[in-house]
T-cell receptor, first 115, second 115 residues
Framework: DQQVKQNSPSLSVQEGRISILNCDYTNSMFDYFLWYKKYPAEGPTFLISISSIKDKNEDGRFTVFLNKSAKHLSLHIVPSQPGDSAVYFCAASARAWDTGNQFYFGTGTSLTVIP | DSGVTQTPKHLITATGQRVTLRCSPRSGDLSVYWYQQSLDQGLQFLIQYYNGEERAKGNILERFSAQQFPDLHSELNLSSLELGDSALYFC??????????????FGPGTRLTVL
């Protein structure tokens, strides 16, 4: 059962425009959400996170929005650059002091930024 | 470079065989996580170790086992291999693992091919 879903396997955006990547989750216990970026032949690298007490977190060109009532988060990249072309994974975690730090990952969205 | 190392990078073996994947966490990180990424799948959490002890278990098959040694490196053992075990196996580490707010740092992965 996939608790974190990324329904768009791929996305193409023109350089300089906004990229919006979406993620939905089903478990209302999730209280921490992250985005990871992955280039071919490399492991995922952390990009940005947000805890459930916030609805927005911004870091440079990257902003993550969280809508708890809809169980939905999105990553906005503005402006998009060719170097942003990668696979983006959404991940979620529930505070579980007695059972560790398990992250649930989506299946990823492959972003292509066209020069 | 995340500071997490994994060996080997590639592994090709036959069905029914047993392999060992190795991971060295970032210096000072106490938690190690193992993930499996099959074709078109997200990262599936397998298991977490914290300071030598198993902390959380995900979708890990009984044919798979792991351990974390006193020097904090970890090994993932896969036995009675099947074609469906072909995947990318990632190791990640984090400073703690007792909080849901720790980001995880990923190694470059081991690509396992079972023929």
């Amino acid at each position: 059962d996939q608790q974190v879903k990324q329904n768009s396997p791929s996305l193409s955006v023109q350089e300089g425009r906004i990229s919006i990547l979406n993620c939905d989750y089903t478990n209302s216990m999730f209280d921490y959400f992250l985005w990871y970026k992955k280039y071919p032949a490399e492991g995922p690298t952390f990009l940005i996170s947000i805890s459930s007490i916030k609805d927005k977190n911004e870091d440079g060109r990257f902003t993550v929005f969280l809508n708890k009532s809809a169980k939905h988060l999105s990553l906005h990249i503005v402006p998009s650059q060719p170097g942003d072309s990668a696979v983006y994974f959404c991940a979620a975690s529930a505070r579980a002091w007695d059972t560790g730090n398990q992250f649930y990952f989506g299946t990823g969205t492959s972003l292509t930024v066209i020069p | 470079d995340s500071g997490v190392t994994q060996t080997p990078k590639h592994l090709i073996t036959a069905t029914g065989q047993r392999v060992t994947l190795r991971c060295s966490p970032r210096s000072g990180d106490l938690s190690v996580y193992w993930y499996q990424q099959s074709l078109d799948q997200g990262l599936q959490f397998l298991i977490q170790y914290y300071n030598g002890e198993e902390r959380a278990k995900g979708n890990i098959l009984e044919r798979f086992s792991a351990q974390q040694f006193p020097d904090l490196h970890s090994e993932l053992n896969l036995s009675s291999l099947e074609l469906g075990d072909s995947a990318l196996y990632f190791c990640a580490s984090s400073p703690s693992g007792l909080s849901s707010y720790n980001e995880q740092f990923f190694g470059p992965g081991t690509r396992l091919t079972v023929l």
